[in-house]
């Protein structure tokens, strides 16, 4: 691996902490997976579908526990930055058609099951799962309750806040869901505009205001850097306004401009963009800020207050993650429903159908709708193991691992740049060498 000699950046004069990581070009621009799985889903095929799903379902042992995934592929409004399987909601008939094939999966999956397992977490994502009408989703968490042992497991909701009412927060409330996540990305009206989500500070303080009015406190924010017209200053401001609200978590992504593969992004002006420099510099910045405010940094883009039971699990060296991200949960199970929805074993992973309209048809024909998926291999879950737990934790032990001589001169180069310290038995990533925890990941696969 050839990566040019380091440069340090600069001081960020707004941030009072600690700001030592390498800028590091040639490594900055190389396309690496985000790493929620190993194998990344780009090792997904066809040849593993429903059959193996199925067969999957039929070997998990009698009280299990489990996590539950339900998507929503809609929204009310379309941002253009967004990579998520979403379309508009439109029609009401089209989105009662897509709950009640939803319905049908999760009675089918259940009667397969047969009340094997127990359900400790259900996690709502989308698209916008607050595109559906409140009572909708009143009933769809009811139809998993009701279906699968779930004795008040922990339920988790994404939220637009620009399609949020005080409907929904009763609703909310009534389901006992226990946490929310408000997609914020920026509080910036320029940048804001640049994207196609117009939200003022003001909606963002209001939803969750009702939200810990209904006695829901642990409330998460999603912000993102490197957005057109986005500054230093912009992401800064975000910043301080977004933790004045106390937000229990907050998670930092970096915006992928991928116009060719998502068709909505081509709104968004690449010249617009800030360059690979500056980008840099604000992930730096978001990282020295949110740490001097108190947040503990979970893997390399979540935050956490120290009182969270993300930031209790890191410290504990008990962090999972998965396709929801950096977690607690400690299932080793997720079932996955809906459009696109991934479900994930210790030895299998499948994901559904992403078109809304074929799903449906799989589900009303009395088909299980996986589209594609993978099988791991003794090698491939010893892998999987070693970078969780190097993303999670920034160290992992090397126990097992049969490096090529190309893979330990990725390694040995790492170190030479300061990025991680490794012996015989285990790796472990700097702090320098957070920012870059993916391209490391990616050295032991």
């Not at 030592?20 to 997976?33: A, F, G, K, N």
């Not at 883009?301 to 396709?323: C, M, Q, T, W, Y």
Request: net charge negative.
């Amino acid at each position: 691996m050839a990566v040019a000699e380091h440069v340090k950046t600069p001081a960020i004069a707004s941030a009072t902490g600690r700001s030592d990581w390498p800028y590091i070009p040639d490594l900055l621009t190389q396309p690496v997976p985000r790493y929620t799985s190993y194998p990344p889903a780009t090792a997904f095929h066809p040849a593993i579908a429903a059959p193996e799903y199925q067969q999957a379902l039929n070997d998990i042992a009698p009280a299990t526990e489990v996590s539950i995934y339900i998507h929503i592929p809609f929204c009310q409004q379309i941002c253009w930055y967004c990579g998520c399987n979403t379309g508009a909601a439109g029609r009401k008939e089209r989105l009662d058609a897509y709950i009640s094939a939803l319905e049908s999966e999760l009675s089918a999956v259940a009667a397969i099951l047969g009340g094997r397992v127990r359900v400790r977490h259900i996690a709502f994502g989308g698209g916008s799962p607050n595109a559906i009408e409140p009572v909708q989703f009143v009933r769809l968490a009811d139809r998993i309750t009701t279906l699968f042992d779930a004795t008040d497991p922990a339920i988790s909701v994404e939220i637009d806040p620009r399609s949020f009412t005080m409907e929904w927060a009763l609703a909310l409330a009534a389901c006992k869901v226990s946490r929310v996540s408000l997609g914020v990305q920026t509080l910036s009206p320029h940048v804001q505009s640049a994207i196609g989500r117009v939200q003022p500070a003001e909606l963002i303080e209001s939803c969750v205001a009702a939200l810990r009015l209904r006695g829901i406190g642990d409330i998460n924010f999603d912000l993102m850097y490197g957005l057109p017209h986005q500054q230093l200053a912009d992401l800064e401001d975000t910043i301080d306004q977004a933790a004045a609200m106390l937000p229990s978590r907050i998670a930092l992504f970096g915006y992928a401009h991928l116009p060719q593969m998502i068709p909505r992004q081509r709104r968004i002006d690449g010249n617009l963009l800030p360059d690979l420099n500056d980008r840099f510099l604000q992930a730096q910045l978001g990282y020295n800020k949110l740490i001097n405010m108190g947040y503990v940094p979970v893997g390399f883009d979540h935050f956490a207050l120290p009182e969270d039971s993300l930031a209790i699990a890191a410290e504990k060296g008990n962090v999972r993650r998965n396709f929801q991200g950096f977690t607690e949960d400690a299932c080793q199970i997720l079932l996955g429903f809906g459009a696109s929805a991934i479900s994930q074993f210790p030895d299998l992973i499948v994901q559904n159908e992403k078109n809304v309209g074929r799903y449906r048809e799989l589900i009303n024909g009395g088909q299980l709708p996986i589209a594609q998926g993978v099988s791991l291999s003794d090698a491939d879950k010893k892998t999987a193991q070693k970078i969780e737990h190097l993303l999670c934790n920034l160290n992992t032990d090397l126990n097992g691992l049969q490096l090529s001589s190309e893979q330990n001169a990725r390694l040995a180069e790492f170190c030479r740049l300061g990025l991680i310290k490794q012996n015989e038995a285990s790796l472990h990533i700097t702090e320098s060498g957070r920012h870059y925890s993916r391209y490391i990941a990616q050295a032991l696969t």
